[in-house]
């Protein structure tokens, strides 16, 4: 009875709240309503009126102002008019105001003064006032200004109508609603939920395991289902368990339950910290609210199933602006907000370094190095010492997280952190440190532009393990390192030894998780849409769509595309209004002048291309130049005929696993750039070469022709790549490798 009476209480209650709510707004809408109609009439009145008026202001012709402002004043709700001079003294006033405006109001005098409209709400006597005040020009110079007074009261009593008719009449409806719906509750929930009861009891008890033995079908039943994908979850956890406890089979999927029991068995107990420059969950101040933000980046994508699955600590720069408001006292808070899996441990950099190291170092200078993308990278020695810096300062704390912890697992991720691996491991050589490398590795020329090559080898060479994407950049690695540093090479085992220390070399290519049994928990799954209603927005209405999700980066070949776009449409006109590209395009780094140039040049080319091809409704490029959702991605991945992934160098690009795991229909054709690590993988992409604008046009032509037959065969083996070697597989093997590398050293050093 009294569950009942606190149910009865809350809904009233909640009504009510609603009610009030849509009260205020109604009342908001119809001052809004009647004060727009109170400017509007007035308006309108004074532009007549003014131009009665304005030719009498100075010429002495007052008896005859008199009588017009009388004449006017006696309309409805017209409280009055006055014509005033430029000093503000009244020329002529309706008498019913006259003892209430010999001092014009200071509105008068402003708009007199600055020349312009003004308006103003006053109260004169006991009423309120809307008060209108229009300059006189009679020879192009204000003269004088016309003031129209309205009887405003009026509104505050229609509001007060509102107020005593609309809100009881809404609450005595609610309250009947309520009613309603409370007896409604009652009679189709008691029973269900008893139902409900037995049946969890039975499925806990493991005498059922799915819905389909509940004795009917009711509202409960999408709980049900919940409540048996749990069930079914935790038999997959505890077959996961087994499958690594006995072994993995060489061809089992790895999932996030899986990967866990695996490094709890590999690690033995061995805690695991992960250490970036980008953190995964990032605060801001939205008005006086703190908003949790998942930033857009492949490395938290790969990076959050490890950490989620071995409850480690990830150390990172504090970003947002409210990252520090929701730290303790040691600045770290567990993470994902919704259901804490680890420890975020936060470093907070000055401007001065995050110019210096992120936008200097980092992104001017080993950026455009790494990435064959002919782009000039620039080396200033302020950027230096403060790349050396601030990698000092996150080896504090990480030294200071490190502390107490016995054999812990390092990892270190991208070249944000080339010297953190000696730095760490001077300290604690007790460390498994492991660096993984995210972006390409030129050949030792290139790389021999750096001033510092030395000192970022030398720094890199502190880790047990460096992993790169694909065996090329490994290669490339080692060469340098065999032309730069005094070492030994063994190519037969792709390590360096330099004096008692030894760094394994090794690729690792990294996935994403492919969104079936396997997928991250929370990402849900969406419904894909057609071209028409995807585009409806936009009012283009193309028989094919191909897409591209990009940073706004030079090294992602952007210009090339477009350029391509051009000759496809030129070299096979029939395509010219069926057949539109979207760009998915994020902005990026724009601190930094080549970004700005860069987005500019992009805009200008994507104007220009349009400009030329454009027919009515129909534009071949539509570029969608802001930060876009997973699940707004997601949607363009399903609907696309093809995705085009044109960079110019890159480590691995995920955007190519991602069109392809979207792809559950089996259709769409991949565009993959042959200089990308992805393109090693997924041989049955239409692989072009970005630089050769015919080789691109002529692949959006076989892909917008190819046969569903073949798109099927293609893609359900691309599917298949993507499905087997995900991102906790790549998981799996650096963290493996990681320990096993250490084990091997010590038997090596015992021997």
Known sequence: MRITLRLVLAIVTVVSVIVLAFTLL??????????????????????????????????????????????????????????????????????????????????????????????????????LMYVFVVPLRPEAQVAGALVLFHDASYIQHRLDQIWQ????????????????TLFVVQLTLVRPLARMTEWIKRLRKGEVNDSSSLPSKDLLNPLAAEVTQLAKSLSAAKAAAEDTRFGQAGNSLWAPTSLKEHLRITLQGRSIFVISNREPYIHVKRG?????????????????????????????????????????????????????????????????EEQGYYYGFANEGLWPLCHIAHTRPVFQADDWQYYRDVNDKFAQVALAELEGVEEPCVLIQDYHFALLPRLIKERRPDARVGLFWHIPWPNPESFGICPWQRELLHGMLGADLIGF?????????????????????????????????????????????????????????????????????????????????????????????????????????????????????????????????????????????????????????????????????????????????????????????????????EQGVLILSRFTGASRELRDALIVNPYDIEELADAIYAAVNMTKEEQTVRMRRMREVVRERNVYRWAADLMTELVQVRVEESQVSVT
């Open 469 to 665: 994407h694909i065996q090329f950049h490994c290669n490339n690695f080692l060469e340098t390192v065999d032309r730069v540093l005094e070492s030994r090479i063994e190519w037969e085992h792709f390590a360096v030894r330099r004096g008692n220390s030894t760094t394994y070399v090794k690729p690792f290519p990294i996935s994403i998780a492919f969104p079936d049994g396997t997928a991250a928990p929370g990402e849900g799954t969406v419904e894909p849409q057609g071209k028409d209603a995807l585009l409806m927005q936009f009012g283009v209405r193309p028989t094919y769509l191909a897409v591209g999700v990009d940073r706004l980066d030079y090294t992602k070949g952007l210009l090339e595309r477009l350029r391509g776009i051009e000759r496809f449409l030129e070299k096979y006109p029939r395509f010219q209004g069926e057949f539109t590209f979207v760009e998915l395009g994020a902005p990026s780094r724009t601190h930094i002048k080549q970004y700005q140039d860069l987005i500019a040049a992009i805009e200008a080319e994507s104007d220009r291309i349009n400009w030329r091809f454009q027919n009515g409704d129909w534009k071949p490029i539509l570029l969608l130049k802001r930060h876009h959702t997973g699940q707004a991605i997601r949607l363009f991945y399903k609907a696309a005929d093809a995705c085009l992934v044109t960079s110019l160098h890159d480590g691995m690009n995920l955007v190519a696993k991602e069109f392809v795991a979207a792809r559950e229909d």
């Open 288 to 352: 006086k609210q703190v908003e949790c933000v998942v930033p857009a980046s492949g490395l938290v994508s790969a990076l959050e199933p490890v950490l989620a699955a071995c409850e480690g600590t990830w150390i990172a720069h504090g970003s947002g602006d409210a990252d520090s408001l929701v730290v303790d006292d040691a600045d770290r808070l567990r993470v994902p907000p919704a259901d804490p899996k680890y420890i975020l441990r936060r470093v907070w950099l000055t401007k001065a």
């Open 26 to 127: 109604q009342v908001r809408q119809e001052k809004l309503r009647q004060t727009s109609d109170l400017e509007r009439r007035t308006s309108l009145l004074a532009e007549s009126l003014g131009e009665t008026v304005e030719p009498l202001v100075g010429q002495g012709q007052s008896a005859r102002l008199q009588r017009i402002v009388e004449k006017f004043g006696n309309r409805e709700r017209l409280a009055g008019v006055a014509v005033y001079d430029m000093k503000g003294l009244p020329l002529a006033v309706t008498h019913t105001l006259a003892a209430h405006v010999a001092t014009p109001p200071k509105r008068v005098i402003e708009a007199i003064t600055a020349d312009r409209e003004m308006s103003d709400v006053i109260t004169i006597g006991d009423k």
């Open 165 to 180: 008719h609309n809100f009881i009449r809404f609450l005595v409806q609610a309250l009947l609603i309520s009613l309603t």
